[in-house]
């Protein structure tokens, strides 16, 4: 098992940058695939970006593609989601899970999840 934590949320203006941290505990992370999935009121839970846990291999969303950035730190167990160019579409909160497959953007595939962290994009 793998217990997840979020940080780095917070309010930031349109255009700026934040920079999430999902720290892992119990295991060892280079043996899953990790995904950040975020979901705003009233919406369904969409994956965001995902890091393969073999090659470091990467995909993203089409909204985000060009804006945010995934790396891992294994020896760290950490994975951040570095934003930029934040939109008030981006308000949500943001979720880190973990996967035994690869790297999907499916949530049902994702069996260990963190607590969320909140960002809001406003001015």
């Known amino acids: 098992q793998v217990q997840l934590v979020e940080s780095g949320g917070g309010l930031v203006q349109p255009g700026g940058s934040l920079r999430l941290s999902c720290v892992a505990s119990?295991?060892?992370?280079?043996?899953?695939?990790i995904g950040w999935f975020r979901q705003a009121p009233g919406k369904e839970r969409e994956g965001v970006s995902c890091?393969?846990?073999?090659?470091?291999?990467?995909t993203y969303a089409d909204a985000v593609k060009g804006r945010f950035s995934i790396s891992r730190d294994n020896a760290k167990k950490t994975v951040y989601l570095q934003m930029n160019r934040l939109k008030p579409e981006d308000t949500a909160v943001y979720y880190c899970?973990?996967?035994?497959?690869?790297?999907?953007?499916?949530?049902?595939?994702?069996?260990?999840w963190g607590q969320g962290t909140q960002v809001t994009v406003s001015s």
């Open positions: 899970a973990a996967t035994s497959y690869s790297a999907t953007l499916q949530p049902s595939l994702h069996a260990y």
């Open positions: 119990g295991s060892r992370l280079n043996s899953y695939g």
């Open positions: 890091i393969s846990s073999r090659d470091g291999r990467t």
